[in-house]
Each structure stands twice: as C-alpha cells, then as structure tokens.
C-alpha cells in the first residue's frame, strides 16, 4: 500500500515505515502528525484518485528529528569585470517516518461526531439572531429622530 501525499508544500510517494525527509515542521520531536491532503491511493492494486484530494483518507507519521541539509555552494560571477560572489545555504529539514496510511472513512469516524454537536451549536446561535434583530428595532428609532 502506498499513497501520493502532500507534505508541506511538496509532494512524496510514500508507505508504511519509509523515512522521509522534509522541509522543517513546527510540531515538536517524538510527535504525530496528520496529512489529509492525499491525491492516489493504492491499496494492493486497487488505485483511488482524488479530484484533488480523496476526503476521508490520512496518512500518519512521527517526528523523527529536526535537522540541516548540506551545504549548497551559490557561486555567481561576471566574466571579465572581476565580480564573484560566494554565497552558502543550509535548509531546514525534518526527518519522520510513516507511521500508518488511512483509507476513506476508517477513523474520520469518530471526529465527524465531534462535528454534529458543532452545528448544533451554529442551528443554536441561529435562534439567537433574531432576538439580535429585535434589538436592532430601538436603533433604528434613534436614526428616526435625528432626520
């Protein structure tokens, strides 16, 4: 099984226990992280596309370490005028590895009951707006007397 994911910014093909290395992440070492922008899916042949990600689907890893690529030499120079310039770049990386890949639907589950209560609570706060409409009625008296 192996998955096309985005992970900040850049795209990797990736599966179960695969170091990868890639730019730097906020989280902290020894944490996991979450990608849900996954485009294809194969899952022991069976492949899924995205239009342009598949919903549902997730791919796990942990933060190995926090690191700095090698030294990239930028070199620029103008022949014949004796301008040169040497210039280095170190990028940030961080190392994870792949903890696990999700296919659609096996634990969104569980944070999609989180989500029902939530818009409970916006239907609620919609029976609040009229009682806010009300309110507005004494405003509108004000602008009455001034003309």
Not at 90 to 118: N, S, W
Request: hydrophobic share 35%; aromatic share 6%; charged share 35%.
């Amino acid at each position: 099984m192996y998955a096309i994911v985005e992970i900040a910014g850049q795209q990797f093909k990736v599966s179960k226990d695969l170091k990868v290395y890639v730019h730097r992440l906020t989280n902290e070492e020894g944490t996991t992280v979450s990608f849900d922008k996954v485009y294809l899916l194969d899952d022991n042949g069976v492949i899924t596309i995205g239009a342009p990600a598949i919903e549902g689907a997730s791919v796990e890893a942990k933060v190995l370490q926090h690191l700095k690529g090698d030294k990239v030499i930028v070199f620029k120079k103008k022949r014949r005028k004796g301008y040169k310039k040497r210039n280095g770049h170190r990028q940030f990386l961080t190392q994870i590895v792949i903890e696990g890949i999700t296919a659609a639907g096996a634990k969104k589950a569980t944070p999609k009951k989180e989500a029902a209560p939530k818009k409970a609570a916006v239907e609620a706060s919609t029976e609040e707006a009229p009682a806010s409409k009300v309110k507005k009625a004494p405003k509108a008296k004000k602008e009455d007397t001034k003309e």
